[in-house]
């Protein structure tokens, strides 16, 4: 069985509709501009009302319009979450600027075959 | 044997058990229910407080600055420190410190100097590099990672999983088979720096354990001299299996940690809740359950004590600590299963810590050697070695 490290889904908008079609349920989900550069790496943990719901609505909110997303559903969203970030540091040379702020104590480093 | 607590271990276990109660509960009910870590303002306050109560470092020997507290009362205070949400493998998020890994005690002064004492100042993380695809569970037979002889040196080449913190360490203990003819006196322990070339983290592996993952690593041509072996040549799996017979013993103190605080949970349930105009502490059908869950609470308890009590003597302990880590997982398991089954739905979300500890639980059946593995080492000595 593959491993897909990567989250690779097409994007989609991040409007209000789209965002309410979302499920209720935990999971990861990435945040790009509109030309797909990924600008944050976010979680839909327990303590989301709605899980990627709530959180997807919440960036519309925040953002404005404009942006795109994609998600995953897991419920490992902390171990995928740390994963993503390492993957895209390992990737990108850097977290995306939406994480560099505030990025979780002690991030791991991967070597991505 | 008497394993009443005596005042001075009572008086550790209360304040350990106050500790639990008024600075990790609280700060937990604001965290993600998969968290493993505090964040860093709170993390450093407690490790003040707990330098403050002369217990940081707990697990460090005398001779390097730990508190000197014997294994028997490490246990009990590692059944207390597990009793919270994270406190299967993360006992207070680490705010006790830790000693990092018992091997790095036994290298040589030089290796001491640049590991060692690092580690202990917290400037240094270290990771354990034993389990590899091949298997975990009969290291002796299964480590393929092979180390050959070059330039004063070996080159490392092969594959390790499960392997936790290697992401974030700076070093790790690896074994690596020496000598392809000579089984379990082929394998050697190196000390493997984490930006030393051909070592790379590969890819984070996803298990039951949500709130923290393991990793799989690959060595390619990994070069390392001389001076990174711990220990002797072919003599690396007599290191291994002192840890692995070591670790038993707190692993299996966790396990009743949080059995204790899933059975204390489903006793307040119990006397609570009640269906069909009863309370379900009446019913004979909830009364039995807490019944078993107090047995196998009392069993691991008695048998970890035990372990614990033969180590701190200096005796021979690996059937005991065998014992200890059998009873203890899966009487843990069925503890935490039964509490499940009391609290009916609320018990399997997120809103409680049972859910988080069902999952997490599951995994100590097999970590640090499985049931199995602990039965055989138990049927060696009723049978001796010889009819294994």
Redesign the interface.
């Known amino acids: 069985m593959a ?1 897909r ?1 990567r989250l690779d889904k097409p994007w989609r908008q991040l409007t209000a509709d789209e965002a309410a079609r979302l499920p209720g349920q935990l999971g990861v989900y990435q945040i790009a501009d509109a030309q797909g550069v990924v600008l944050y790496i976010g979680q839909a ?3 989301s009302p709605f899980g990627l719901r709530s959180e997807l609505q919440r960036e519309l909110k925040e953002r404005g319009s404009g942006y795109q997303f994609r998600v995953e559903v897991n ?6 979450w ?2 993503l970030l ?1 993957v895209h540091k390992a990737d990108h040379g850097s977290l995306p600027p939406g994480n560099a702020n505030n990025p ?10 | 044997m008497d394993f009443e607590p005596s005042s001075e271990q009572q008086m550790l276990i209360d304040q350990v058990r106050r500790y639990v109660r008024e600075e990790i509960i609280p700060l937990e009910a604001r965290l993600d229910p998969d968290a493993s870590e505090l964040a860093p303002e709170d993390q450093a306050r407690l490790v003040e407080k707990t330098k403050a109560m002369g217990l940081f470092g707990i697990d460090i020997p005398k001779e390097f600055g730990g508190p000197d507290i014997d294994i028997v009362t490490r246990v009990l205070l590692a059944i207390e420190m597990a009793q919270h949400r994270a406190g299967l493998y993360v006992p207070c998020y680490g705010t006790f410190g830790g000693a990092g890994l018992a091997q790095i005690f036994e290298a040589n002064e030089d290796q001491k100097e640049r590991y060692l004492y690092p580690t202990l100042r917290g400037e240094k993380k270290p990771f354990f590099g034993l389990t590899e695809p091949s298997g975990g569970s009969d290291p002796a037979r299964a480590i393929q990672t092979r180390a050959e002889r070059k330039d004063n040196g070996w080159v490392l080449n092969g594959a390790k999983i499960f392997i936790s913190g290697a992401d974030r360490a700076q070093y790790g203990i690896v074994f690596a088979r020496t000598d392809a003819s000579k089984g379990r006196a082929g394998i050697t322990c190196f000390i493997v720096d984490a930006d030393t070339p051909g070592f790379y983290v590969r890819r984070v592996v996803h298990t039951l354990r949500s709130s923290s993952y393991a990793t799989e690593l690959e060595f390619k041509d990994c070069w390392v001299s001389d001076h990174q072996i711990l220990g002797e040549v072919n003599k690396g799996f007599a290191v291994a299996n002192d840890r692995l017979t070591r670790q038993r013993i707190p692993y299996a103190a966790g396990c009743i940690g949080v059995a204790i605080a899933a059975h204390e949970m489903a006793i307040e349930w119990a006397k609570m809740r009640s269906t069909f105009g009863e309370k379900l502490a009446n019913r004979q059908a909830i009364q039995w359950m807490l019944v078993d869950n107090e047995i196998d609470i009392r069993t691991a308890r008695h048998f970890t004590l035990e372990a614990a009590e033969k180590a701190r003597r200096g005796q021979p302990f690996r059937t005991e600590a065998a014992i200890a880590k059998l009873t203890a997982s899966e009487g843990g398991g069925r503890v935490v299963d039964r509490a499940m089954q009391i609290h009916g739905g609320m018990g399997m979300t997120k809103d409680l810590p049972l859910e988080r500890w069902y999952r997490e639980m599951r995994i100590r059946r097999v970590g640090e050697g499985p049931s199995e593995v602990q039965r055989m080492v138990i049927a060696r000595e009723i049978l001796g070695s010889n009819l294994r």
Do not use: D, K
């Not at chain 1, 419920?75 to 995928?80: D, E, L, P, V």
């Open positions: 491993i490290l943990g327990a303590r419920m490992q969203y902390r171990t995928r740390f994963e390492m979780p104590p002690a991030l791991g480093r991967l070597s991505p075959a």
